[in-house]
């Protein structure tokens, strides 16, 4: 009889996609049932809560989190202490707290996991902050594009309530704090914090100047603190194991862990929860498995659709705020998408910028009319319409953008194009002025050429060619006219002999 | 009242209130800042960002509009960052739009065109653009070409902050968005009460006034200041003539009290009358069945006598006065008082009582 085959699977820990994590966000992830608070009480779930409510002051529980390191897991990495310590220095009888559950950006999905597979994490982080900045009432603002999260979210708040973790006299300590769930509608911007809560007032989802902050003057103009799914599921861990084991991993002044949605050309895509400071090539090479068919890695797009692209020469880079920034691209919300030899980076940035125009509320000017005119430049360079001095024009409307718009979505839209500029500005270049798209992504900028060498003249790629751009004689080398050929590739799909290629 | 602050402008130490906006203190001081969606007694929203300037360790230029002063704060209107931003914009705006200042009414009084000026742009870097909207001409007062629409939000904030008629709101994003009442219908399809405080907040030719097409241009019309007759609050407002007629009314914020600048459909749109060639000019008098020209003392004798007599034969209390609501306060109380005291009755009534 063969030995039993549990001896070979491995260990989570022995997966080299685990093995490089560190779970603190995602703890609970596929471990506890999220439907059962005693599953999550059972992993010290709400003894934070218990600590901070029974043994804390309001103003030791913010020294605490200060004293962390946290800083907003949203992607503008304020530092989670100070914003509360704001807050709860504003007078009023009316506080808010809020939880941004707005993830928009493409491909990202940190959020949705902590919220469907641990959502009592973020309501203890919720009631904890409240106790801090005395507040009473809460929102989670979570879009409609999320059911199951909100599904949970819901059994979970029945649950806490239920348990006296919600509501009044939570845990007898005679402190009251509830909130509800408000759903978006699916706009991006609505992740922006004034946006966030300007839709929770029930008005049109649009940012608003800064000051007076949400500290001061927030949901309603009265005081609140909004932070992300992510900051808030971190808090209880925080005020229960102390700031000391929080801030022991991680950076100088990155603290903690980060989760990425990694994604693109990466052999293990997924949510991966690193400490702050782990180098790109780590995560790609190591977490990731490396690139898939042997193919080189180009880049890696960070921080979302307004986030920057980082090169190859920077894949030691430690991952962390400053150095993040340093590199041209943001931390966002977390987003890690790569890519490969394969792609065109005038088209990511086109496609970056795309999203973000559309995205755009229309509110400010740079933003609005500056994001389609960036598209506009961009699509014209992938269609061989580019011209001289389009890439310093697309700098200095960057440049501007960033600096004039009223939001964080305007502020940061121009990066991909900026970043790629500033690694691969000779790629923009054979764009505009050889024509040509050295990936081979852009169609327009395509031209199939017959190897004469390999030709045989069989006259398939003159009968498949719909235009009638490929031709010549029986037997003789065929030609393909550039004028007339409409780049559909089907005569180097045809070809038998590998004589027709694209450049 | 607070204590004063000192903050630098350009160089120039100046004072201001704590509770001032940039904008607010250079304006005071005399420095010019240019501005296109700030509208004074609305929200400053910040949207255009034409009044961008540099602050000493600001991450960003800052909207002066919005950004309230803070002792010792150092400000710079005019640096090359501040300018370079604010052609970009207004060249991006003007991309945006059919701004065709030809047959434009706004021409000569368009802020969009002012901006264009005062930054010597000769053409916008980009391909211009106009969105293809139909131009809105179903009612017989607005005129509204979104193609010129610059999305200042001016209109929406005067709609629902100054007249609060709640009528108008943005509605889709980013450069698709557009201003206009609910589920995009058009004015004379909506809850619209046609004040036309829209008209006078555009700061271009998007929203203007379809009697006044092709009346005549800004510099052509003399503005007269006169008291409307519609009721009694005693609104102020601006005949604008052309030439000996009436060619619109606008009203005239420096004006104060009572309406502070805003104006009522009738106030507003209802001056025609004034040259109707139906309009009575002279008291009639029914001779024979004919209602004759007669003068005022003749008119006036007939009343006192035919009231007189209905006095003395039937007693003060056989006659009732009614008065218009469309008298002031003062002549109502006049005649009341002659109501009272002349003929001797208290049958006096108004009718904005019915």
Same mark, same amino acid.
């Given at each position: 009889?063969?030995?039993?085959?549990?001896?070979?699977?491995?260990?989570?820990?022995?997966?080299?996609?685990?093995?490089?994590?560190?779970?603190?966000?995602?703890?609970?992830?596929?471990?506890?049932?999220?439907?059962?608070?005693?599953?999550?009480?059972?992993?010290?779930?709400?003894?934070?809560?218990?600590?901070?409510?029974?043994?804390?002051?309001?103003?030791?529980?913010?020294?605490?989190?200060?004293?962390?390191?946290?800083?907003?897991?949203?992607?503008?990495?304020?530092?989670?202490?100070?914003?509360?310590?704001?807050?709860?220095?504003?007078?009023?009888?009316?506080?808010?707290?809020?939880?941004?559950?707005?993830?928009?950006?493409?491909?990202?999905?940190?959020?949705?996991?902590?919220?469907?597979?641990?959502?009592?994490?973020?309501?203890?982080?919720?009631?904890?902050?409240?106790?801090?900045?005395?507040?009473?009432?809460?929102?989670?603002?979570?879009?409609?594009?999320?059911?199951?999260?909100?599904?949970?979210?819901?059994?979970?708040?029945?649950?806490?309530?239920?348990?006296?973790?919600?509501?009044?006299?939570?845990?007898?300590?005679?402190?009251?704090?509830?909130?509800?769930?408000?759903?978006?509608?699916?706009?991006?911007?609505?992740?922006?914090?004034?946006?966030?809560?300007?839709?929770?007032?029930?008005?049109?989802?649009?940012?608003?100047?800064?000051?007076?902050?949400?500290?001061?003057?927030?949901?309603?103009?009265?005081?609140?603190?909004?932070?992300?799914?992510?900051?808030?599921?971190?808090?209880?861990?925080?005020?229960?194991?102390?700031?000391?084991?929080?801030?022991?991993?991680?950076?100088?002044?990155?603290?903690?862990?980060?989760?990425?949605?990694?994604?693109?050309?990466?052999?293990?895509?997924?949510?991966?929860?690193?400490?702050?400071?782990?180098?790109?090539?780590?995560?790609?090479?190591?977490?990731?498995?490396?690139?898939?068919?042997?193919?080189?890695?180009?880049?890696?797009?960070?921080?979302?659709?307004?986030?920057?692209?980082?090169?190859?020469?920077?894949?030691?880079?430690?991952?962390?705020?400053?150095?993040?920034?340093?590199?041209?691209?943001?931390?966002?919300?977390?987003?890690?998408?790569?890519?490969?030899?394969?792609?065109c980076i005038v088209d990511?940035a086109r496609?970056?910028?795309?999203?973000?125009?559309?995205?755009?509320?229309?509110?400010?000017?740079?933003?609005?009319?500056?994001?389609?005119?960036m598209?506009q430049i961009l699509t014209g360079i992938t269609e061989g319409k580019g011209r001289e001095g389009d890439i310093e024009l697309l700098q200095e409307m960057?440049?501007?953008?960033?600096?004039?718009?009223?939001?964080?979505?305007?502020?940061?839209?121009?990066?991909?194009i900026?970043?790629t500029i500033?690694?691969f500005r000779d790629e923009y270049e054979a764009h505009i002025r050889e024509g040509r798209c050295p990936a081979?992504v852009c169609?327009a900028l395509k031209r199939?050429?017959?190897?004469?060498?390999?030709?045989?003249?069989?006259?398939?790629?003159?009968?498949?060619?719909?235009?009638?751009?490929?031709?010549?004689?029986?037997?003789?080398?065929?030609?393909?006219?550039?004028?007339?050929?409409?780049?559909?590739?089907?005569?180097?799909?045809?070809?038998?002999?590998?004589?027709?290629?694209?450049? | 009242?607070?204590? =004063?602050?000192?903050?630098?402008?350009?160089?120039?130490?100046?004072?201001?209130?704590?509770?001032?906006?940039?904008?607010?203190?250079?304006?005071?001081?005399?420095?010019?800042?240019?501005?296109?969606?700030?509208?004074?007694?609305?929200?400053?929203?910040?949207?255009?960002?034409?009044?961008?300037?540099?602050?000493?360790?600001?991450?960003?230029?800052?909207?002066?509009?919005?950004?309230?002063?803070?002792?010792?704060?150092?400000?710079?209107?005019?640096? =090359?960052?501040?300018?370079?931003?604010?052609?970009?914009?207004?060249?991006?705006?003007?991309?945006?739009?059919?701004?065709?200042?030809?047959?434009?009414?706004?021409?000569?009084?368009?802020?969009?065109?002012?901006?264009?000026?005062?930054?010597?742009?000769?053409?916008?870097r980009?391909?211009?653009?106009?969105?293809?909207?139909?131009?809105?001409?179903?009612?017989?007062?607005?005129?509204?070409?979104?193609?010129?629409?610059?999305?200042?939000?001016?209109?929406?904030?005067?709609?629902?902050?100054?007249?609060?008629?709640?009528?108008?709101?943005?509605?889709?994003?980013?450069?698709?968005?557009?201003?206009?009442?609910?589920?995009?219908?058009?004015?004379?399809?909506?809850?619209?009460?046609?004040?036309?405080?829209?008209?006078?907040?555009?700061?271009?030719?998007?929203?203007?006034?379809?009697?006044?097409?092709?009346?005549?241009?800004?510099?052509?019309?003399?503005?007269?200041?006169?008291?409307?007759?519609?009721?009694?609050?005693?609104?102020?407002?601006?005949?604008?003539?052309?030439?000996?007629?009436?060619?619109?009314?606008?009203?005239?914020?420096?004006?104060?009290?009572?309406?502070?600048?805003?104006?009522?459909?009738?106030?507003?749109?209802?001056?025609?009358?004034?040259?109707?060639?139906?309009?009575?000019?002279?008291?009639?008098?029914? =001779?024979?069945?004919?209602?004759?020209?007669?003068?005022?003392?003749?008119?006036?004798?007939?009343?006192?006598?035919?009231?007189?007599?209905?006095?003395?034969?039937?007693?003060?209390?056989?006659?009732?006065?009614?008065?218009?609501?469309?008298?002031?306060?003062?002549?109502?109380?006049?005649?009341?008082?002659?109501?009272?005291?002349?003929?001797?009755?208290?049958?006096?009534?108004?009718?904005?009582?019915?």
């Open positions: 009889m063969e030995e039993p085959m549990i001896g070979s699977i491995p260990t989570m820990q022995e997966i080299p996609f685990f093995a490089h994590q560190k779970l603190r966000v995602l703890r609970n992830r596929g471990i506890i049932d999220p439907g059962k608070i005693e599953e999550y009480i059972a992993r010290d779930g709400y003894l934070g809560l218990a600590k901070a409510l029974t043994e804390m002051t309001p103003a030791e529980i913010i020294k605490e989190v200060t004293a962390s390191g946290l800083r907003g897991r949203g992607g503008a990495g304020f530092p989670t202490g100070l914003k509360w310590q704001f807050c709860s220095q504003s007078k009023g009888d009316v506080k808010y707290v809020l939880c941004n559950a707005d993830e928009g950006d493409p491909g990202a999905f940190m959020d949705r996991s902590v919220l469907e597979a641990d959502p009592h994490a973020v309501l203890e982080g919720m009631v904890i902050a409240a106790r801090a900045i005395g507040a009473h009432y809460g929102y989670i603002y979570c879009r409609a594009e999320y059911p199951l999260a909100i599904h949970q979210l819901n059994i979970a708040i029945a649950q806490a309530r239920e348990c006296g973790l919600l509501g009044k006299d939570i845990l007898g300590t005679g402190f009251d704090f509830d909130l509800e769930i408000y759903q978006g509608a699916g706009a991006f911007v609505c992740g922006e914090e004034t946006a966030l809560m300007t839709s929770i007032e029930g008005k049109r989802g649009m940012p608003r100047p800064r000051p007076p902050f949400p500290a001061v003057a927030g949901l309603w103009g009265k005081p609140s603190v909004l932070n992300n799914v992510e900051t808030f599921a971190s808090v209880a861990q925080i005020v229960l194991k102390g700031a000391a084991w929080y801030a022991s991993v991680g950076t100088e002044k990155s603290k903690g862990t980060k989760v990425f949605a990694l994604t693109g050309d990466v052999n293990n895509v997924g949510l991966v929860e690193v400490p702050m400071g782990t180098t790109l090539r780590t995560i790609v090479y190591e977490i990731g498995g490396g690139i898939p068919g042997g193919k080189k890695f180009k880049a890696a797009q960070l921080g979302g659709p307004s986030g920057g692209c980082i090169p190859a020469e920077h894949l030691d880079a430690s991952v962390d705020y400053e150095k993040v920034a340093e590199l041209g691209a943001i931390m966002g919300s977390g987003g890690l998408i790569v890519m490969n030899e394969d792609k990511i496609f970056f910028i795309d999203f973000c125009q559309d995205e755009s509320c229309g509110k400010c000017t740079p933003c609005r009319e500056g994001t389609k005119r598209l960057a440049v501007i953008i960033k600096n004039s718009s009223l939001c964080g979505l305007g502020q940061t839209a121009p990066n991909p900026l970043s500033r690694y081979g169609t199939y050429t017959v190897d004469a060498e390999k030709c045989t003249g069989c006259g398939v790629c003159a009968k498949v060619c719909p235009t009638k751009a490929a031709k010549g004689e029986k037997k003789q080398p065929h030609e393909i006219d550039q004028a007339t050929c409409i780049k559909c590739g089907v005569c180097m799909e045809k070809c038998k002999f590998e004589a027709i290629f694209v450049n | 009242m607070e204590e =004063k602050i000192r903050i630098t402008i350009d160089g120039r130490e100046v004072t201001a209130n704590p509770e001032q906006t940039i904008l607010e203190a250079a304006r005071e001081n005399g420095i010019f800042i240019p501005t296109l969606c700030q509208y004074a007694d609305t929200t400053n929203v910040g949207a255009c960002r034409v009044c961008v300037v540099e602050v000493e360790k600001a991450r960003t230029l800052v909207a002066s509009c919005c950004m309230p002063v803070s002792a010792g704060m150092v400000v710079r209107t005019d640096t =090359k960052a501040v300018r370079d931003a604010q052609r970009m914009i207004v060249e991006l705006l003007w991309a945006s739009g059919d701004h065709n200042c030809l047959v434009c009414e706004k021409n000569g009084n368009c802020e969009l065109q002012d901006l264009v000026y005062w930054l010597g742009i000769e053409k916008p980009f391909p211009i653009e106009s969105p293809g909207y139909e131009i809105e001409k179903t009612n017989s007062m607005i005129v509204r070409d979104l193609n010129k629409c610059v999305l200042c939000g001016r209109c929406v904030r005067a709609c629902n902050e100054i007249q609060v008629n709640e009528v108008l709101d943005f509605s889709l994003r980013g450069s698709r968005a557009k201003v206009g009442p609910a589920f995009d219908s058009d004015y004379i399809a909506s809850e619209c009460y046609f004040c036309g405080e829209c008209v006078d907040a555009c700061p271009v030719g998007a929203i203007t006034f379809a009697q006044a097409r092709f009346g005549g241009r800004p510099w052509e019309l003399e503005k007269v200041r006169t008291t409307c007759t519609y009721c009694g609050v005693g609104c102020q407002l601006d005949l604008n003539i052309n030439k000996g007629k009436i060619v619109k009314v606008t009203g005239n914020r420096d004006y104060g009290p009572p309406n502070q600048g805003s104006l009522c459909i009738k106030g507003r749109f209802a001056m025609d009358f004034v040259q109707h060639p139906d309009r009575l000019q002279r008291p009639l008098i029914r =001779k024979n069945g004919e209602l004759t020209e007669a003068t005022w003392e003749e008119a006036y004798d007939l009343i006192a006598r035919n009231l007189s007599a209905i006095k003395e034969e039937h007693g003060p209390d056989s006659i009732a006065g009614f008065a218009s609501a469309r008298c002031t306060n003062e002549e109502n109380y006049l005649f009341q008082k002659f109501m009272r005291a002349v003929i001797g009755t208290n049958n006096v009534d108004h009718c904005a009582r019915l």
